[in-house]
């Protein structure tokens, strides 16, 4: 069983930063596949990016050159560097995780998910 808990969301203007964090506790998190999702509302959960436990990255190709995914294994934490913010990056960011995972950009192999921080993007 893994607890995730995100933190970092907020209110910022476009072409703004943020970063996202999500701590993660359990047995052997450290050795968990990361990923972020985003919801916006009246939208389906979308998956951001992804990171192994090697460090193997992946990103939506919407947030690819902007984001970037990082995972520190001895705090037991994966980050979201969010760069050059839009608008459109608007949503509840969740947090997820899982052992093993054949699709990492597929929502539904994650069997783990922190509550969701909303960041929102001014325009």
């Known amino acids: 069983q893994v607890q995730l808990v995100e933190s970092g969301g907020g209110l910022v203007q476009a072409g703004g930063s943020l970063r996202l964090s999500c701590a993660a506790s359990?047995?052997?998190?450290?050795?968990?596949?990361m990923a972020w999702f985003r919801q916006a509302p009246g939208k389906e959960r979308e998956f951001v990016a992804a990171?192994?436990?090697?460090?193997?990255?992946n990103y939506a190709d919407s947030v690819k050159g902007r984001f970037t995914i990082s995972r520190d294994n001895a705090k037991n934490t994966v980050y979201l560097q969010m760069r050059v913010l839009k608008p459109e990056d608007t949503a509840v960011y969740y947090c997820?995780?899982?052992?093993?995972?054949?699709?990492?950009?597929?929502?539904?192999?994650?069997?783990?998910w922190g509550q969701g921080t909303q960041v929102t993007v001014s325009s």
């Open positions: 990171i192994t436990m090697s460090g193997r990255t």
């Open positions: 359990g047995r052997s998190s450290s050795s968990y596949v």
């Open positions: 997820a995780a899982d052992l093993i995972v054949a699709d990492l950009r597929e929502a539904s192999k994650y069997d783990y």
